[in-house]
């Protein structure tokens, strides 16, 4: 036996779809999360219809009040989707014809589902930027926290991940802040971006009906209607931006999980990650594992595939819409979902996280950490040029190195057989905490900036 002819767009057709092709077509399965866009996106119309004079305002009335019940119906549970109508589109507007008959034919009116589904999907994607800008918010101020009880824990900075310069806790956590702070700021450009209505624009060339797209954008809070309709309907833009700013976001969680890996191990010992963040093992009694740091860190792959898979999408695409594009969702669903959860993850971790004073500033003692404070001593006291103090420091290191000594266990004589121009008061310079007082050049790790911009984004946040 066929199947009937689809309802909502069969007239023309004398049989209904077959199984499979049933299956790779349907959305519901997955769009039933941009519902209650659906439904808000739809009562907006409704009421410009009947403002316009398009449909009678008992109509519309009817129709408000049906998208009501329907979305109740859904937020309870109680709704039966159903895959021959495709999407959500066709099963809010099927229910509502079972609810209030003959008046929700007239709702689709000089709309079509391309302008629907673009307005649907943006206001959920909208929605997400919210949602990440509060959750990125959140991070930022455990990151401050443990800045301001930090400032002047000293620890070893690194490059090539070798010890490099002697750092505070508190200006490595505030570079993170800088890094998500950024993210907020990509995020909220693109809401900009992205808050404008494509509602009206219909199928693809506008529509013969007097409506007024300037009342739906504001019905939505969008700033204005997008100005022309057949990229209004093909447009994914915003979606790839919300993709791009999640995969800078996901890099800056996956460089901290990182950190936050090689920080808890037994050879470094910088931090404690709390028991709440911990996994043990079911072999190894002894073992602690940062096993949500390294989650985040490989989470990040399915967003940045989500962003590759959706340019993949839309590259080649004609204009205006093709069912292509309705392989949008699942990737932006899939990349909001995990980024939020990373997110909320990271900021549970770094406020749950203690940091191991005394083994950060053991750490930073060594691997002659101040050896470019000694290069700096030569050339302020001795007027050496730069160079050529790198090269007596460097004599010095090797020394040391030979001796298995740092450099402030060297003795005056074998400095000065080296430099006969060295003094007594070289050793002030070796000291670490001397070291980060006196980088106190703007953006420098001295605790008197780290606790400037403490206050700084104490007050920004
Ligand atoms: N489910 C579709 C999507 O997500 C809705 C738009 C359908 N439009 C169409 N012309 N078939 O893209």
Known sequence: ????????????????????????????????????????????????????????DKDADAIGEGLITVLS?????????????????MNVEARLRELIGEPAGRLHTARSRNDQ??????????????????????????????????????????????TAQPVTWGHHMLAYVEMFARDRSRFADARKRMNTSPLGAAALAGTSFPIDREMTAKALGFDRPMSN?????????????????????????SRLAEELVIWSSAQFRFVKMSDKWSTGSSIMPQKRNPDAAELIRAKIGRIFGANVALMTVMKGLPLTYSKDMQEDKEQVFDAADNL???LAAMTGMVTDMAAQKDALHSAASSGFSTATDLADWLVRKLNLPF????????????????????????????????????????????????SVA????????????????????????
Request: glycine share 6%; net charge negative.
């Open 1 to 56: 036996m066929t199947k009937s002819a689809n309802t909502m767009w069969g007239g023309r057709f004398a049989a209904g779809p077959d199984a499979i092709m049933e299956a790779i077509n349907a959305s519901i399965g997955f769009d039933k999360r941009l519902a209650a866009q659906d439904i808000a996106g739809s009562q907006a119309h409704a009421a410009m219809l009947a403002a316009c004079g398009i449909i009678s």
């Open 73 to 89: 119906e859904i937020q309870a549970g109680e709704f039966s989707f159903s895959t021959a109508l495709e999407d959500i589109h």
């Open 117 to 162: 589904v673009a307005v649907d999907f943006r206001l959920w994607v909208r929605d997400q930027c919210d949602a990440v800008d509060a959750s990125l918010a959140a991070l930022c101020k455990a990151l401050v926290a443990q800045a301001e009880a930090g400032a002047d824990w000293i620890m070893p900075g690194f490059t090539h991940l070798q």
């Open 229 to 253: 309709s057949l990229d209004a309907v093909s447009d994914r833009d915003f979606a790839l931006e919300f993709l791009a700013a999640s995969s800078i976001c996901a890099m800056h969680l």
């Open 340 to 342: 939020l959860l990373a």
């Open 387 to 434: 160079r050529d103090a790198h090269h007596v420091t460097g004599t010095l290191v090797a020394l040391a190195e030979k001796k298995g000594c740092d450099l402030s266990d060297l003795t005056l004589d074998e400095m000065q057989k080296t430099h006969s121009g060295i003094q007594s008061d070289i050793f002030d310079v070796l000291g670490v905490e001397n």
């Open 438 to 461: 006196s980088r106190t050049s703007f953006g420098g790790t001295a605790p008197a900036r780290v606790r400037e911009q403490v206050a700084h984004w104490n007050e920004v946040l």
